[in-house]
């Protein structure tokens, strides 16, 4: 049963991080290396376009990261926030991403391809370790304890579609080393909301990101609201695709949507 916020919060008086991180943008020295490498005019445009609703700089801080860490990225997709961490992990730390079996058919080929592509010829992708994770995992993704840091960027949704959101965050939990952190980004529901409906709006409940991973065995540290959208409601006819970048219903309603922006999105933090 999925438990409720309030609880969660009187029971770990967990740190709640309500304001925005925006003025690290601001204020930061440019000496900064993550500030470097989310600024990286090497980026793709089309990416760096989506700063403003993703935050990369200040999501990233939360997470509480440093160059000389050993990252693992969980599903890493397209390599929007690889193209940031591989060169900011480059010098002094190791990158170190799951990516969809390139012997898969379909999507799961194309995208793994297309990643492998960029990993070859893109230099901002030097040094990415790309491993081959199934879902549910079927084998560890590194050798145990041997991870800093675990992120991962929206991909809930489509491990709980599949049954699989516990064991993955399972497999995070047994890759970091004791007192190493699990970062989560998310797409989230309303609470209250069924699992039929989270399974397919892509969208997740807080509370129950939460509940499983506290069920696997990580300690919530702090929550932040700095990738949070009041504007999305969260009910769209094609679920969270409705929105940008996806406008699943392409140019219907597109100013709507357009207006709306980006998911409404929790950014949590654990630690092992």
Request: glycine share 6%; charged share 25%; with cysteine.
């Amino acid at each position: 049963m999925v438990i409720c916020m309030k609880k969660i919060f009187q029971t770990f008086g967990l740190l709640i991080i309500t304001g925005s991180f925006s003025t690290f943008s601001h204020t930061a020295h440019h000496s900064d290396a993550l500030l470097d490498a989310v600024n990286n005019p090497e980026r793709n445009i089309k990416y760096s376009a989506r700063d403003n609703f993703r935050n990369p700089y200040e999501t990233l801080s939360f997470f509480n990261i440093k160059p000389t860490m050993n990252v693992l990225e969980l599903a890493a997709g397209g390599g929007w926030y690889t193209e940031i961490l591989a060169p900011y992990l480059k010098e002094n730390g190791q990158l170190s991403v799951t990516h969809y079996n390139p012997e898969g058919s379909g999507y799961y080929k194309r995208s793994r391809d297309a990643y492998d592509k960029k990993v070859s010829s893109n230099p901002l992708f030097d040094g990415v370790k790309v491993i081959t994770a199934e879902t549910p995992p079927t084998d560890p993704f590194t050798e145990p304890e041997t991870q800093d840091l675990v992120v991962t960027f929206r991909n809930l949704h489509n491990w709980l579609a599949r049954d699989a959101m516990k064991s993955v965050m399972q497999e995070a939990y047994n890759s970091l080393k004791i007192g190493g952190h699990f970062g989560v980004v998310e797409h989230r529901a309303p609470e209250g909301s069924s699992m039929e409906f989270m399974k397919t709006s892509g969208y997740v409940s807080q509370s129950l990101a939460i509940e499983t991973a506290l069920e696997v065995g990580f300690k919530l540290i702090a929550t932040s609201e700095v990738n949070a959208n009041p504007k999305d409601t969260a009910d769209h006819p094609k679920g969270v695709w409705t929105l940008p970048p996806s406008y699943r219903l392409k140019d219907q309603d597109r100013s709507k949507y357009e207006n709306i922006g980006e998911s409404d999105r929790m950014t949590l933090l654990f630690k092992k």
